[in-house]
């Protein structure tokens, strides 16, 4: 994690004003540092990157899914955990679930169906992100090969489109984003007008 360091110039502004430099290094940088680690952020720059979960495990009863996440690495307090459920194994489009800090979802309910009455397959995939850092790659149910998931009930629905989570794009074509790739997402730009 980058903490914050005065350097050079706390160094000499402890020459000038000794009283005000020991002030400066051993409380305001000691809190600046703390506040930013406690939060899961870095006083400077980003936090890195957690390692990815070891394994994503998924239970199916009729029309609901529960969904436990594997990880064993050292954590850092802040750590959040989120599921992506896609009727495809490219994921395009997923539905995001925040688990926040639970490594183990509350279940939820998918349809064994579309609107049109055709069998889908639902295909799950896991991963976590710290609230300073970018979001882990994800672990896929089933490894290399992911494993569809056949629902078993009656339930007929099309899902709305995903509009995704976080920064990534309104369009929920940028999965795996969690809390978001960027620090800020702009405005979409304004259909132009054709006179």
Same mark, same amino acid.
């Given at each position: 994690? !980058?903490?914050?360091?005065?350097? $050079? =110039?706390?160094? $000499?502004? $402890?020459?000038? @004003?000794?009283?005000?430099?020991?002030? &400066?290094?051993?409380?305001?940088?000691?809190?600046?540092?703390?506040?930013? *680690?406690? !939060?899961?952020?870095?006083?400077?720059?980003?936090?890195?990157?957690? /390692?990815?979960?070891?394994? +994503?495990?998924?239970? +199916? %009863?009729?029309?609901?899914?529960?969904?436990?996440?594997?990880?064993? %690495?050292?954590?850092?307090?802040?750590?959040?955990?989120?599921? $992506?459920?896609?009727?495809?194994? /490219?994921?395009? *489009?997923?539905?995001?679930?925040?688990?926040?800090?639970?490594?183990?979802?509350?279940?939820?309910?998918?349809?064994? #169906?579309? /609107?049109?009455?055709?069998?889908?397959? @639902?295909?799950?995939?896991?991963? /976590?992100? #710290?609230?300073?850092?970018?979001?882990?790659?994800?672990?896929?149910?089933?490894?290399?090969?992911?494993? !569809?998931?056949? #629902? !078993?009930?009656?339930?007929?629905?099309? =899902? &709305?489109?995903?509009?995704?989570?976080?920064?990534?794009?309104?369009?929920? *074509?940028?999965?795996?984003?969690?809390?978001?790739?960027?620090?800020?997402?702009?405005?979409?730009?304004? %259909?132009?007008?054709? +006179?």
């Amino acid at each position: 994690m !980058a903490n914050l360091d005065g350097g $050079e =110039l706390l160094s $000499e502004v $402890e020459q000038a @004003w000794p009283k005000l430099g020991v002030l &400066l290094r051993t409380k305001f940088q000691t809190a600046v540092n703390t506040v930013a *680690q406690a !939060a899961g952020v870095a006083a400077v720059g980003q936090v890195s990157t957690p /390692s990815s979960p070891q394994g +994503v495990n998924v239970a +199916v %009863a009729g029309e609901m899914m529960h969904v436990s996440i594997t990880d064993n %690495a050292p954590l850092q307090r802040g750590i959040r955990y989120f599921t $992506e459920v896609a009727n495809n194994p /490219s994921f395009t *489009q997923p539905i995001v679930i925040d688990h926040g800090a639970s490594r183990t979802s509350h279940p939820f309910p998918l349809p064994t #169906m579309d /609107s049109g009455g055709n069998a889908q397959s @639902w295909y799950v995939r896991s991963y /976590s992100q #710290m609230p300073g850092s970018q979001p882990s790659a994800p672990v896929v149910y089933g490894g290399d090969s992911p494993t !569809a998931v056949k #629902m !078993a009930g009656s339930t007929q629905l099309t =899902l &709305l489109p995903s509009t995704g989570s976080g920064t990534a794009s309104g369009n929920g *074509q940028q999965g795996g984003s969690g809390l978001g790739k960027t620090l800020l997402r702009g405005a979409p730009a304004a %259909a132009k007008r054709t +006179v």
